[in-house]
């Protein structure tokens, strides 16, 4: 009955985890799910009533723009100078996403012929190769690995490879290792782009949660970005506003001109009445930010203590709100913890086959269940 395609998707390994943890429920059991990665926090009030505000004028009952209103994108080009002291040409070189998971999955259709190759971090966020199958790109991972701060190894892609190779995607700070990249790095992969003529998709989804005074650069702050690179970005993970679908894709002229034509035949543009709320969150006091960062902070410090003193190695990531922990064999963890204690963890093997023998902790949940976690997973044979 169905396409072809369809058969080509890696199995989804999150929907069987969903299965299990559903089932464990239905037994009555109290499950603890550090499995999500979704903020439990709620978006500020103020973006809320932004919101309720604009969704009761008439005038954003319509289509919406298809690149999105001028003034969210003037609300972008702001912001990026504000935080990244990035200029970006709010006309040209922005078009706003719903969520840029949309932005990501749609852009192979704009820049990858069939069979032409496209560079994936793995282990890394699902869609770049499910986007890449989609678009008929053939995918080639670049291992991630904890002896190269999970950065890839430029060197190590096959000559034969790089020669078909369209697009890279990126994402620093990471999902899921929770490693950061520096404007070197970047640097470097500027370069590398230039030289190989591909075009680098930055993922930037996690540059607002950070911690100990770390702060994450945008790719566009690299120099030359813009020429080669697209930085998709996203109000979900900064403001606590997953379900509301509102992004942004950054870069160079042409290479918002090649998605934002995917686009228009696609869909339909994001909501004004969000786009609204989407502006004032960009444009209010950012304390909101702060404010999740050290719930998060708490968060990671007593997970990263009591996982600890259970004897595991761990490091306390600088951003994102994952702690990335090395065991032997992810999915037999994952279904232990689950079993016997009623803990959800995502195992490595599901964003990728060098995700093996890692296992994910989304701080997505409080202290105070997380501190329960620990006391269930004492006295376990782990
Ligand atoms: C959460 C997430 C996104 C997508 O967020 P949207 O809600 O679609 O904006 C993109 N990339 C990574 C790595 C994520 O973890």
Known sequence: MYAQRLDNLPPYLFARIDAMKAAKRAQGV?????????????????????LVAAARDPATHHYPDYTGMLSYREAVAAWYRER??????????????????????????????????????????????TATLFAEGKVHEMPLAAENGFLPDLEAIPAEVLARSKLMFLNYPNNPTGAVAGLGFFNEVVEFAREHDIVVIHDNAY?????????????????GAKEVAIEMHSLSKTYNMTGWRIGMACGGADLIAGLGRVKTNIDSGAFDAIQRAAITAL?????????????????????????????????????????????DDSMAFAAKMLDEAGIVVTPGVGFGTYGDGYVRFAITRS????????????????
């Open 30 to 50: 109290d499950v603890i799910d550090l499995g999500v990665g979704d903020p439990d926090l709620p978006t500020p009030d103020h973006i809320v009533e932004s």
């Open 84 to 129: 990244f002291s990035v200029e970006l040409d709010p006309k040209t070189e922005i078009l706003a996403l719903i969520g840029s998971k949309e932005g990501i999955a749609h852009v192979p259709e704009a820049f990858v012929n069939p069979g032409d190759y496209v560079l994936v971090p793995d282990p890394g966020y699902p869609v770049y190769k």
């Open 207 to 223: 540059s607002e949660i950070s911690f100990d005074g770390y702060r994450a650069p945008s790719f566009l702050e690299a120099d």
């Open 283 to 327: 444009t209010s006091p950012q304390d909101c930010i702060a404010q999740s960062c050290d719930v998060y902070r708490e968060r990671r410090d007593a997970l990263v203590a009591g996982l600890s003193d259970l004897g595991f190695s761990v490091t306390a990531p600088k951003a994102t709100f994952y702690v990335w922990m090395k065991v």
């Open 367 to 382: 202290v105070e269940r997380i501190e329960e976690a620990i006391e269930r997973m004492r006295g376990m044979d782990l």
